[in-house]
């Protein structure tokens, strides 16, 4: 009995631990939803990584957006995505990340869009469990200086608008998924136009506007010819 003793704290402790750690699986560097480079990485960033994933992935019309609302869930701001299936502090307890694991017909986004990436639902499950705050301003360094497509223009896509632009669910009818689908609305003028939300162009992202760097970066991009750099 005596000799058992250690062996069962032992394991109390390693289920403890597993039972903490579950729903805190490890940030992936890559992919999607990730942080635009520049800003801080050691929290999640409500603003520059979470707002862009719900915006571009759940927001839209028909679904979750304020006209829509399924569900009830407006999921556009902040104020409106904390307003429901948000426990801050327990991912695992939040219906808005653990509907992001259903399959089949429960899938969210539905079908025939693709779930979400690992990364992004990692961001979104550590954002929650850091207590789900609306973290801006996130120490973000923005180079102007700094414009390829590989560092700067693709992540940015990625994060802002693949969500709905991509070969799943082609917004306008346009993809923005890859360099030579980009390039082709960096040539006709609807790239900077929309961004710039210019008078006689759809303003986008949808429900936000990237910030003053971002579009300045895009620009120098497609002023020195939107290559594949
Ligand atoms: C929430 C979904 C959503 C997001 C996020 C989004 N778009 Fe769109 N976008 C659309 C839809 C839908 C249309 C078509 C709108 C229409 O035809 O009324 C569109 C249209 C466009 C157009 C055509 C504009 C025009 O004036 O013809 C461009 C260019 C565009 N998007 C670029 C972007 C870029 C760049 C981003 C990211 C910075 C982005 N979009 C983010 C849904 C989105």
Redesign the pocket.
């Known amino acids: 009995m005596q000799r058992l003793f250690p062996l069962t704290l032992l394991a109390i402790l390693a289920i403890g631990l597993i039972i903490a750690c579950k729903h805190e699986p490890p940030i992936q560097p890559g992919g999607g939803g990730l942080p635009i480079p520049g800003c801080d990485n050691t929290d999640i960033c409500f603003e520059s990584t979470i707002l862009?994933i719900f915006?571009?992935s759940c927001?839209?019309?028909g679904c979750h957006d304020a006209t829509t609302a399924e569900d009830g869930y407006v999921l556009d701001s902040y104020a409106n995505i904390i307003k429901k299936g948000i426990k801050p502090g327990n991912a695992g307890g939040s219906k808005l990340y653990t509907v992001l694991f259903k399959t089949g017909g429960d899938q969210m986004p539905p079908l025939p869009s693709a779930p979400l990436s690992q990364a992004q639902r990692d961001s979104i499950g550590k954002w929650i469990n850091n207590g789900a705050k609306n973290t801006i301003n996130c120490n973000c360094s923005c180079d102007t200086a700094q414009y390829t497509y590989t560092a700067v223009i693709k992540p940015?896509?990625d994060v802002?608008?693949v969500?709905?632009?991509n070969a799943a669910s082609l917004?306008?009818g346009?993809n923005?998924s890859n360099h030579a689908a980009v390039k082709a609305?960096a040539v006709n003028g609807?790239?900077m136009?929309?961004?710039n939300h210019a008078p006689?162009?759809?303003a986008?992202?949808?429900?936000g506007k990237?910030s003053d760097c971002q579009i300045k970066q895009v620009d120098k991009w497609v002023k020195a010819g939107s290559l594949n750099n």
């Open positions: 862009p915006q571009s927001a839209k019309a940015i896509m802002s608008c969500g709905c632009h917004g306008g346009i923005l609305v609807k790239l136009g929309s961004i006689g162009y759809i986008m992202p949808q429900g990237l």
